[in-house]
């Protein structure tokens, strides 16, 4: 086990995984243990610290003295059209609404569009695959529970692992292939609530980006499976989609391996403060069982940083912009996907 100067490590599963502990104020890290955070982050892909009492600005101070540069932290501003929207949360633009509540802080219906597309994140993904520039950090904060009982806890599988343990042979066909993953959040809406989104083609909805599937995870130097529902079909090195069936059926194997039962940790909330980090390129993660939907509040705010390592843009060109709202409003078919986590569809168009 690696040894830590200013924190302890209390390890969740033999492979990947911590809970922190010895940290009595999580607004005001020393530079070692931040240092330490960092280096354990990198061995265990996702750390668990609990009742941080941190609030929206700490959490945003916190993520910014985590990865040393404020300008990577992505925001919501991109899902914000013509400024209409009342956040929640305001000015906080840094912050991802990961729960259940609407702009009033109501409840959301369980049959209600952005409902159908949460049902997306009850599926194994990283964060922002779907981005021409992936996420390396998510940093996710409770600030409202529900019930223990009703379930609602995070799950994250161990990508690193998983490539460890494939097959000799399908890990010598994957090196020798090279290929790269196209990446689409309509894909995984489309098969989180399958008839919800029937008339979604992920083809025209925005652009798909495109992330080799085998990469090093730089921080730790192992391989890993970048990989999750997001991916929708492969393409040989050369760009060149391969046939949907054989994409197919690898993408499920490569998925169903990863996540299998002993490769997985579920996270139990226990209390508002209580905060998960998970690095996208090292783990999978998902929004786990809950029984709760439509009768308590789950309010769960995200801090995400843009990668700045040797694979952050993927295959796609440097500076591409990233998708928007205002674009999918235009691609015929999609007014109901508009109705994303940041966004609520009504009669009148969206609500942002």
Do not use: C
């Amino acid at each position: 086990m690696a040894s830590y100067k200013t924190i302890t490590v209390k390890e969740l599963h033999p492979t990947f995984g911590a809970e922190i502990q010895g940290i009595s104020d999580h607004d005001n890290l020393t530079e070692e243990q931040l240092e330490d955070l960092r280096a354990a982050i990198a061995k265990y892909g996702f750390l668990l610290l609990r009742n941080t009492h941190l609030t929206d600005d700490s959490h945003i101070r916190f993520t910014q003295r985590f990865v040393r540069d404020a300008a990577l932290l992505d925001t919501v501003t991109r899902y914000l059209v013509n400024n209409t929207r009342k956040l929640r949360y305001h000015p906080h633009v840094e912050l991802f609404d990961a729960g259940n509540l609407d702009d009033s802080n109501t409840i959301i219906h369980p049959s209600s569009p952005r409902a159908h597309s949460n049902r997306g994140n009850r599926l194994f993904h990283t964060d922002s695959s779907f981005n021409p520039r992936r996420a390396s950090f998510s940093l996710l904060r409770a600030v409202a529970l529900p019930p223990a009982s009703t379930g609602g806890n995070t799950d994250f599988a161990d990508s690193r692992s998983a490539w460890d343990h494939l097959p000799q042979n399908l890990k010598h066909h994957l090196l020798t292939k090279d290929y790269i993953g196209a990446f689409s959040i309509a894909h995984s809406r489309k098969l989180g609530s399958p008839e919800f989104f029937k008339s979604v083609d992920p083809y025209k909805a925005a652009p798909m980006a495109r992330h080799k599937i085998l990469q090093v995870h730089e921080p730790s130097g192992r391989m890993n499976l970048y990989i999750g529902a997001h991916l929708h079909h492969l393409e040989d090195s050369t760009g060149a989609e391969i046939p949907e069936t054989e994409s197919s059926e690898l993408i499920d194997t490569l998925n169903k391996h990863a996540t299998q039962e002993n490769n997985v940790v579920s996270v139990q909330w226990e209390q508002p403060g209580d905060v998960i980090i998970w690095d996208n390129r090292a783990v999978l993660h998902r929004a786990g069982e809950w029984t709760g939907q439509g009768k308590y509040a789950r309010d769960l705010r995200r801090t995400t940083v843009h990668d700045d390592g040797t694979y952050a843009w993927g295959l796609n060109a440097v500076g591409t912009p990233m998708p928007t709202i205002a674009g999918l409003l235009n691609t015929p078919g999609l007014l109901q996907f508009a109705a994303t986590t940041e966004t609520a569809v009504t009669q009148e168009g969206v609500k942002v």
